[in-house]
């Protein structure tokens, strides 16, 4: 490689850094970790705990709007929601106003779950958050919050 090829490589490496796109996927990469770490005892993904405080806060909603809900296409909500159902954390039952839906709810053991992840949760938080001053940890959030459409 001759020293210009790796003066382009190295600049468009520094480019990176710069890019918002790529920042993101990385600091995603990092609270996923975080995440892991912490939830580890749990034996619980994030796609599977977002289902069940998504379940905590709307019991009795169907599979549809709970992958509305935690932003999660409706395969991988299906996907998560059977596991979650085999581990007797939530459970299914027919819809009374249309036979072919189904409404989710937690199970206690579920619940007690949710629980018991709070102060995980919450290290997770603030592991990720640590390098910003607390001001700066609010405009952070709301800065993604409005990036995503949650704040105009």
Known sequence: ????????????????????????RRAHQLSVTIFSEEAR???????????????AHHPGVDQNTVASLVALDRSTTGNVITRLERRGLISRRVNPADHRG?????????????????AAVRRTQQRFLAPLKPGEQAQFVGYLRRIVGLDG
Do not use: N, Y
């Not at 005892?41 to 379940?55: C, E, K, Y």
């Not at 189904?102 to 709070?118: E, F, N, P, Y």
């Open 102 to 118: 189904r409404i989710l709810s937690l199970t206690a053991k579920g619940d007690k779950l949710v629980k018991a992840m709070d």
């Open 41 to 55: 005892p749990f034996r619980i993904t994030g796609p599977q705990h977002v289902v069940l405080v998504a379940l």
């Open 1 to 24: 490689m001759t020293k210009r090829t790796q003066r382009r490589a190295a600049e468009g490496l520094h480019q990176l850094d710069e890019k918002p796109g790529h920042l993101v």
